[in-house]
């Protein structure tokens, strides 16, 4: 077989085209407020929730998952940890220094910045393996209005599925099977 001969048979070869799922929906589960489901195209999986379940009006510190319409931004994750999860998202690979302003005084409330040792705000390398896959979902962006809510993101369940401060959080496993479907115009439909 001749190089042209083989140039053909590649050129024949299928590809499969990874597609995103146009919409995700989170519900509360029926008696536990702090728990839900996640709704993937077939896959339907458990989740924690904030500790105050799926709020309408979401307040910092309120412990509620925000109910709404949002997209996911990117993937934040531990390259020190984990290979580079498959996705259609944006990555970015979470650093010592990388953390989250939680103060609503704070010019930079409700963004990634890099802290200091002795500055407050969300650091988002932890020991305890939740956030070693971070979803950046656009709550509370456009516009960022202080005190509605920060920090709010998807990422790594704990075990048993102990309530979130605010966050949808999954297995591991589950985790990287939605991110190799979700892309930046995926629709997260997060409701009661």
Known sequence: ????????????????????????RVRSRPGRKSQGWLFAGPLAVPVALGRAGI????????????????HPLRLWWRADRLPRPRTLLPTRRIGPDDAWCEDPHDRRYNRAFRRSANEPGDRLRRGDGLYDMIVEIDHNTRPRVAGRGSAVFIHVARPGFAPTAGCVALRPRDLKTLLSRINSKTRILIHS
């Open 1 to 24: 077989m001749g190089i042209g001969d083989q140039a053909k048979k590649q050129a024949k070869k299928p590809t499969m085209k990874r597609t995103a799922l146009r919409s995700i």
């Open 55 to 70: 709020k309408a009006d979401k307040r910092e510190g309120d412990g509620g998952t925000p109910g709404g319409r949002f």
